[in-house]
């Protein structure tokens, strides 16, 4: 069995590139992270690197071992992070995943309003796409995670708390600008960017433009939909999107509009089935869905004004 510290000299050599980079990363000189190195071969009974005076490349067997080393690394952090979660959940600690692109307008006051309710607690964020929700809910320790439903799995208990329509999307100079509402047949000749085929709008858009019997004019297509809204920022085309994404991705010459047909988002809590809920997750989960009905409501208000605004413009 290759010995602990031979994988991590392992790791911190790939990582850094160089014997001085990984004894820099390990706290260690150069002399032992080498010797380290060395007796990781001979465990081996391979090269692991081939040597070219002073410098050393993996060699094609290295790096299909460290390949398998990293992930029984990962999995060993894995364990260290679960054992120090198992020690710090005696207080008031959470461990919360959640989608990337939603962290700020949804979870950043939340947890500011929690560490001024109390000093000693504390959070773990992981975050995950919304496409892998169903893996990442399986392999991952949490005790409370945030997503957009629907979300099917034995192990978990579901709890909607908001639902919140999409909106378009548009550099503020884009011809569609002007109105406060985009109907589907404003997108019908317009340039689209549109977010990965398993997305939940991608399929909804998909299905509105099948149902017209109007193929859609995708320019670009995006990982996701803050991907999608960054390029519509840069005169790219529309796109349809999350509402908070749009938020999160903040940019000046950026608008949201209301887009019609509407398409709902059903976002949600996700709890683990046998695991207790802490009053500190229970508090925690009442202050998202406050926060999450606040930001929703300001998001209506705003497009509720630019509607107001152009009814009264055309009369």
């Not at 639902?163 to 406060?180: T, Y």
Request: hydrophobic share 45%.
């Amino acid at each position: 069995m290759p010995s602990q510290r031979g994988l991590e000299a392992l790791r911190a050599f790939v990582q850094g590139g160089s014997i001085s980079a990984a004894a820099e990363k390990m706290s260690r000189t150069q002399p032992q992270v080498g010797r380290l190195l060395t007796a990781l071969e001979r465990e081996l009974g391979f090269l692991l690197f081939t040597r070219r005076g002073q410098r050393l490349t993996l060699t094609e067997q290295g790096l299909a071992f460290y390949r398998q080393a990293e992930r029984t690394l990962e999995s060993h952090d894995a364990l260290g992070r679960f054992a120090a979660q198992i020690r710090r959940s005696r207080s008031n600690h959470v461990s919360i995943l959640i989608a990337p692109y939603v962290t700020e307008v949804l979870i950043g006051g939340t947890l500011a309003v929690m560490a001024r309710e109390s000093p000693t607690f504390s959070a773990t964020l992981q975050t995950r796409v919304r496409r892998d929700i169903e893996q990442w809910v399986g392999d991952e320790n949490f005790d409370l995670a945030l997503t957009v439903l629907p979300l099917l799995h034995p192990a978990f208990e579901t709890e909607e708390f908001l639902r919140i329509d999409a909106v378009a999307v548009m550099h503020k100079d884009h011809p569609l600008a002007k109105h406060a509402v985009i109907e589907l047949e404003h997108l019908f000749d317009i340039e689209l960017i549109v977010a990965h085929s398993r997305s939940i709008i991608r399929q909804q858009i998909d299905e509105l433009f099948s149902n017209a019997g109007v193929e859609p004019n995708i320019r670009f297509e995006a990982t996701n939909g803050l991907v999608g809204c960054q390029l519509a920022a840069h005169g790219l085309g529309i796109t349809i999107a999350d509402p908070f994404v749009a938020q999160s991705a903040s940019r000046e010459n950026l608008v949201i509009r209301r887009f019609r047909p509407a398409l709902q988002l059903r976002y949600g809590l996700v709890f683990p089935i046998r695991q207790p809920r802490s009053d500190t997750v229970q508090r925690l989960a009442s202050l998202i869905k406050t926060h999450a009905a606040e930001q929703a409501r300001r998001i209506e208000k705003q497009l509720t004004e630019l509607q107001w605004l152009e009814g009264h413009i055309h009369q």
